[in-house]
């Protein structure tokens, strides 16, 4: 990774305040969050509860308006690219409808982004993710780990050139962990950019070229993974630089 | 590229309607089914005379109102409050689909579960008419039908501005239910209007205004007023849902 890689997203400045009560008083999620993450690279978003580390995935998926600030994924608005199928999200809610398949519910999707060879792509994302032997199976008799993966399918489902993936790794246990880890290191192979959130630090320390250390809605700390080691690794930085 | 608006809404309607039948909406149906034919058999057990035609017509329109109401609100509420509370239409909006598309082929899923609904509870009445040795008015059955399926509809549109407005599955019902209400209660509404002071009478006649009144399709009403009442605030307030539903944080 270096310099001249072109940046895939690009949050500039970004306020979120949420209404909390009927009296109108907000909360505020972000203030003024900045980074960048460099195509082809894979980008740890960490820091505790309420950071908003979730918020600002919402913000970049154009899932949400931020108040004031700007998000671009390639050089277009956040909901430009969302409407393009430009972006892949792993939501951290993952409500998958029982009496669907696994099949059946990526074929979905693919009908609807409108996507060719829709069967090979199907198939690509559950090889991707481990799924292939249950996808036949009902969603309803998928485990945590199972449906997580699936999810995890759905976001890289016609190879989108960003996939921003809350908190993937919630719920695995160690081998579907390693697998996410390949799959994660897979997507960076084939020049897509990851941004994920995770409360893991050291799988983000394992996955990702670059970490973004959230606290209180604001960015604390913003580099690669080399810097990160320098610093002491990622623990220590969490400590340091975190409010407890 | 994404599919064209009428081929997504298509495919959005499929899955929501899929999603009704998963919410064992046939169940429901069936069992509304066998309480009227239960019903009409214990109200055999009076000896209503000549007029036991118009009690079971009654008793089996009584049921549907009052269980129609209850579905409507009760799929609008599970339908769209269940996707926000779920994520799953997250993964949905993310494949290009527009709030407004995914909001309205809910409210159309469940305006064909309430039409099925419908139409078992007037074959059902025409049947125990039939059974029981009655005449069975066919065009006039059709008629009420058609005015029972507009008032479901209302119904299903004020759930469905709840739903869009408000974050909690109870404060949802609550609110459709105080919206079905005041339109049940239209014509009281209009009588306090008339007798109370300059400030009920200005607030009863907001309520008249923003409220659509049932009174309006009870079967004295011309029928072609009924149904352009009643398709117009249907409409009205899907299209609020929509406004709202856009600008609310997911």
């Keep these: ?244 | 590229m994404n599919f064209p608006v009428a081929r997504r809404m298509w495919w959005l309607l499929q899955q929501a309607l899929r999603e009704v039948v998963q919410q064992r909406f046939a169940w429901i149906l069936g069992c509304t089914a066998l309480v009227m034919i239960a019903g009409a058999s214990v109200l055999r057990e009076f000896n209503f005379g000549a007029e036991e035609g118009r009690f079971l017509r009654d008793f089996v329109e009584a049921t549907l109102a009052l269980w129609g109401t209850v579905m409507a609100i009760m799929l609008n509420v599970a339908m769209v409050q269940g996707g926000v509370e779920q994520g799953s239409l997250v993964m949905t909006f993310m494949r290009g689909v527009r709030r407004h598309e995914w909001l309205l082929s809910r409210w159309v899923a469940v305006g064909v579960a309430l039409a099925w609904l419908t139409v078992l509870g007037y074959l059902t009445l025409g049947g125990l008419l039939a059974w029981h040795g009655h005449a069975v008015p066919v065009v006039e059955l059709a008629g009420a039908g058609g005015r029972m399926f507009l008032r479901l509809a209302l119904v299903s549109s004020f759930a469905l501005t709840a739903c869009a407005v408000s974050r909690g599955l109870l404060l949802a019902t609550g609110l459709a239910l105080s919206l079905t209400l005041a339109a049940q209660l239209s014509s009281i509404l209009q009588w306090a209007g008339r007798h109370g002071g300059a400030a009920a009478r200005w607030g009863w006649q907001a309520i008249d205004w923003v409220v659509p009144a049932f009174r309006v399709l009870d079967s004295g009403t011309n029928a072609l007023h009924a149904l352009i009442y009643a398709a117009s605030y249907a409409v009205l307030y899907a299209l609020l849902a929509c406004a709202l539903f856009s600008r609310r944080e997911i």
């Design chain 1, 1 to 244: 990774m270096t310099s001249a890689q072109p940046l895939a997203i690009r949050a500039e400045s970004l306020v979120k305040n949420y209404q909390t009560d009927w009296k109108g008083r907000r909360h505020r999620a972000l203030a003024g969050v900045s980074f960048g993450v460099f195509s082809g690279s894979v980008c740890g978003l960490v820091g505790p509860n309420g950071s908003g580390k979730s918020t600002t995935l919402k913000l970049l998926a154009g899932l949400m308006q931020p108040d004031a600030g700007r998000c671009e994924i390639h050089g277009q608005t956040a909901e430009k690219a969302r409407e393009s199928g430009r972006v892949g999200y792993l939501p951290e809610a993952l409500g998958l409808p029982a009496y669907l398949t696994g099949r059946e519910f990526l074929r979905g999707f693919a009908q609807l982004g409108c996507l060719r060879g829709i069967e090979e792509k199907i198939t690509g994302a559950l090889a991707l993710v481990g799924l292939e032997a249950a996808a036949g199976r009902r969603m309803g008799e998928y485990s945590k780990g199972m449906r997580q993966r699936l999810g995890l399918a759905q976001a890289v489902l016609g190879g989108p050139a960003v996939v921003l993936l809350d908190e993937p790794a919630s719920g695995l246990d160690p081998r579907a962990t390693a697998q996410l880890g390949a799959a994660i290191r897979q997507l960076r192979e084939q020049g897509q950019t990851v941004l994920l959130s995770s409360h893991y630090l050291p799988q983000a320390e394992e996955w990702c070229d670059q970490v973004v250390l959230l606290d209180g809605g604001r960015v604390v700390f913003d580099g690669s993974i080399a810097t990160v080691a320098t610093s002491g690794g990622l623990q220590n930085l969490y400590l340091e630089r975190t409010v407890p």
